[in-house]
């Protein structure tokens, strides 16, 4: 049995919509995240009130920008998306490059539990909602070891660090509760 085994019920509600609001944040997106606010008051989660509360006030326009200078660019960004850039326990070759060993090995357990990043996709598969989402996917559909690794070696080995840089370059509540929460469901990941 794994890790998550038993929390598998409660966990890939919350991973799916850690998915959803790590992406960007386009009106479709916004929608969808409207839509999802009661199921996740639901979930019993601590700070979703406080993120509901900073999404409803935030402008879209707002938040769109600060999604694009947190995350995107042009240029350097702050909190890059990608576990690729935040894994320190890579060979030094790999540091601070896209598409290291954490991407590869993201995509073989996707490829286990039957998923694979679309071809017109403009995401690497290291990247936060894809991970988030391929989480949910894993535990939705019972593939429990695939969910633990995806949990345990690749979440848990970067969310701290990259939850940190967003709290510390956001002055956007959204993004702040976001990394807050993203924070606290990684950690319930690992109990």
Do not use: K
């Given at each position: ?149 995806l949990a345990r070696a690749h979440l848990a080995a970067w969310m701290g660090p990259f939850c940190a840089a967003v709290t510390a370059a956001t002055s956007e509540l959204f993004y702040a509760a976001l990394a807050e ?11």
């Open positions: 049995m794994t890790a998550v085994s038993d929390r598998a019920a409660g966990l890939a509600p919350a991973a799916r919509l850690l998915a959803a609001w790590w992406s960007r944040p386009t009106e479709d997106e916004l929608e969808r995240w409207a839509a999802a606010w009661p199921n996740a008051s639901e979930l019993a989660l601590d700070g979703v009130a406080a993120l509901r509360a900073a999404a409803e006030e935030a402008d879209p326009e707002a938040l769109r920008e600060e999604y694009e200078r947190l995350l995107v660019g042009p240029g350097r960004v702050p909190c890059a998306p990608y576990e690729s850039l935040w894994r320190a326990d890579t060979p030094r070759r790999e540091q601070g490059r896209l598409m290291g060993g954490a991407a590869e090995d993201a995509a073989r357990i996707y490829r286990e539990i039957g998923l694979r990043v679309r071809a017109d996709a403009h995401e690497l598969p290291d990247h936060v909602a894809i991970e988030w989402e391929a989480l949910a996917y894993a535990l939705e559909q019972g593939f429990l070891e695939e969910a633990d690794e929460l993203t924070s606290d469901c990684t950690a319930t990941l690992l109990r």
